[in-house]
């Protein structure tokens, strides 16, 4: 395995693949790994030839009061990790690396899909998001690049722009990894207090529990409802509960697949997750 920190090494080191016309297949990651990242790559190995790993904590996507400053950079724990499972090249640029002065003014916005839930709450987040993704998928040109559904609207939002922009590329997204008591791994769950670790599984409990009332004929109003108010019984201060279709499309009712979205934060550490309801037609 590799380590490359600049784009002319990662190109060096990705041309003999090229030239061979391998499947070169790509995770993006801001580091701090766990087990869902190594899934995204395990995936990647079952599907391609060469697998690009980025570790690289993007600016752009913090807002002023987020944890940018704070974020964890474990690369060597991260480059342990990666070697286990079989990963090709790790691509840890700096900031100045991507973001060469002076200022970058290109932006990339992608409407419509980033209007709500993250969209609403984080301003800009997307707008970095799709600037880093873009910039990413340029410089590593893989076959396949490989997401965690956890970010649902994430993939959502970078599909679309692999559409719209003819990138030649497929984005693949995989399931969200949980622990055993049904959270969604997250490098933010490593703030969580241990009495907030126990806490935590409720999103997924309350998900699950949703999911059976939609199938019951309950209401999908009165199903969020529900949702919102078991969270803040446990003790979270929620965000949002919604739920779109899988494209993002606005609905008001449970005549088609949806997708539940949950938002919440357990002291000063924000958790998402979501679970998709399939529709079943009586």
Known sequence: MKTETTIHGLAASLHPARSAR?????????????????NLVREAKNLCDIVVVSIFVNPTQFGPNEDFDNYPRTLEQDSHLLADVGCDI??????????????????????????????????GHFDGVALIVTKLLNIVQPSYAFFGQK???????????????????????????RSADGLALSSRNGYLTAEQR???P????????????????????????????TLCHAGFEIDY???????????????QDVVLFVAAK??????IDNLKVKFIAT
Do not use: W
């Open 266 to 271: 357990l002291g000063e550490t924000r958790l």
């Open 241 to 255: 509960v919604s739920a779109y279709t899988p494209d993002l499309e606005h609905l008001t009712q449970f005549d």
């Open 198 to 200: 126990q806490i935590a």
């Open 202 to 229: 409720t999103i997924y409990q309350s998900l699950l529990a949703a999911e059976t009332q939609l199938h019951d004929g309950i209401a999908l109003a009165d199903v969020l409802e529900t949702l919102k108010h």
């Open 90 to 123: 790790i691509f840890a640029p700096t900031v100045e690396q991507l973001y060469p002065k002076p200022q970058v003014k290109t932006k990339v916005l992608v409407s419509g899909v980033t209007d709500m839930l993250c969209g609403h709450s984080r301003p």
């Open 22 to 38: 391998k499947l070169i297949g790509f995770v993006p990651t801001m580091g701090n790994l766990h087990e869902g990242h190594l």
């Open 151 to 177: 970010d649902f609207q994430q993939v959502v939002v970078v599909k679309q722009l692999v559409h719209d922009l003819n990138m030649p590329l497929e984005i693949i997204a995989v399931p969200t990894t």
